[in-house]
Nanobody, 118 residues
Framework: QLQLVESGGGLVQPGGSLRLACAAS????????IGWFRQAPGKEREGVSC????????YYADSLKGRFTISRDIAKNTVYLQMNSLKPEGTAVYYC???????????WGQGTQVTVSS
């Protein structure tokens, strides 16, 4: 059964760090790209980062470059999102999804809440 499960969210102070994980099953990361998205309260969902299947190349939203890092462990079939220097506006539900190309995606995880607050 195809499934994506996020974990690692929580409450963190401004300036802190979190690492999110996206465990995939039913398909392999060397065949599909994975994207991370987030949706803040009252806002539309936005693309955060993605990692390609073929060569592991990475893409980041401009506002997050230098603070977020996406990576993958093929053996564990898991994608990670390391988030550093978190800001209160980073408060959102973070989702991972299987990419169809660009930000288009077909399967989504249930999301993990990240709250950045003092």
């Amino acid at each position: 059964q195809l499934q994506l499960v996020e974990s690692g969210g929580g409450l963190v102070q401004p300036g802190g760090s979190l690492r999110l994980a996206c465990a995939a099953s039913g398909f392999t990361l060397d065949n599909y790209a994975i994207g991370w998205f987030r949706q803040a309260p009252g806002k539309e969902r936005e693309g955060v980062s993605c990692i390609r299947s073929s060569d592991g190349s990475r893409y980041y939203a401009d506002s997050l470059k230098g603070r977020f890092t996406i990576s993958r462990d093929i053996a564990k079939n898991t994608v990670y999102l390391q988030m550093n220097s978190l800001k209160p506006e980073g408060t959102a539900v973070y989702y991972c999804a299987r990419s169809l190309g660009g930000w288009a995606s077909d399967y989504w995880g249930q999301g993990t809440q990240v709250t950045v607050s003092s």
